[in-house]
């Protein structure tokens, strides 16, 4: 997340399926296709799992995952195209709800494990270091984001998704989502500013 001068994780961005193909996918799993589903979730697992990794050690973060797109594939039915809502959207209501549910269970767990998700791993110790600490630094500020800044941060930079399909993930006007990430971002800014070191 460049805005406030800390990468929270080597990441690019959502890139969906093309919508006239997605809808089709979408059409066949709705009427039982396995085939079409696996498609979808081939190209969301990426995004979710990146949501879901960030506030969850990773063993428990595999199993969620898995949760939310047998979830997701049970609920496949209620998903209504015409009513407006991208189907990002759409699949992250229940990631988060997922989220939430999983998180009031689980009160008892450790810290988030600090490991970088690096698609691209570096040979350099040195760098390597650096980002597990950033990445571990970024985490633990992101926990201490009220609730709708921390859903902000994660939707739209952890999974990549738009400021508008956040708003409908999140059930907001697409105006308020860019308020709040602005303010968690100054927030963040905040949390992530290093403290100054007197030299002796």
């Given amino acids: 997340m460049s805005d406030f001068g800390y990468t929270m994780v080597s990441m690019s961005p959502l890139s969906p399926l093309p919508p006239e193909e997605l809808a ?5 799993a ?3 296709d396995t085939e079409a589903f696996g498609k979808i979730y081939d190209a969301y697992l990426t995004p979710v799992y990146r949501y879901v990794v960030f506030r969850f050690p990773q063993e428990l973060a595999e199993d969620l995952v898995a949760d939310i797109f047998v979830k997701s594939w049970e609920k496949l039915h209620t998903y209504r195209p ?4 991208p189907f990002s959207a759409w699949l992250f209501r229940i990631a988060r709800h997922a989220l939430i549910d999983a998180y009031r269970s689980q009160r008892g767990f450790e810290d988030l494990s600090e490991e970088l998700v690096d698609e691209k791993p570096d040979n350099d110790p040195k760098l390597r270091t650096e980002q597990s600490l950033s990445v571990a630094r970024v985490r633990r500020a992101i926990e201490k984001l009220p609730r709708d800044y921390r859903d902000v941060v994660l939707l739209h930079y952890i999974s990549g998704l738009g400021h508008t399909e956040v708003a409908q993930a999140l059930k907001m006007t697409e105006g308020y989502v860019r308020i709040l990430k602005f303010r968690a971002l100054k927030k963040l ?7 100054k070191l007197d030299n002796d």
């Fill in 24 to 28: 089709a996918l979408v059409l066949k």
């Fill in 30 to 32: 709705q009427d039982g």
């Fill in 82 to 85: 015409l009513a407006g809502i």
């Fill in 189 to 195: 800014e905040g949390l992530l500013r290093f403290p």
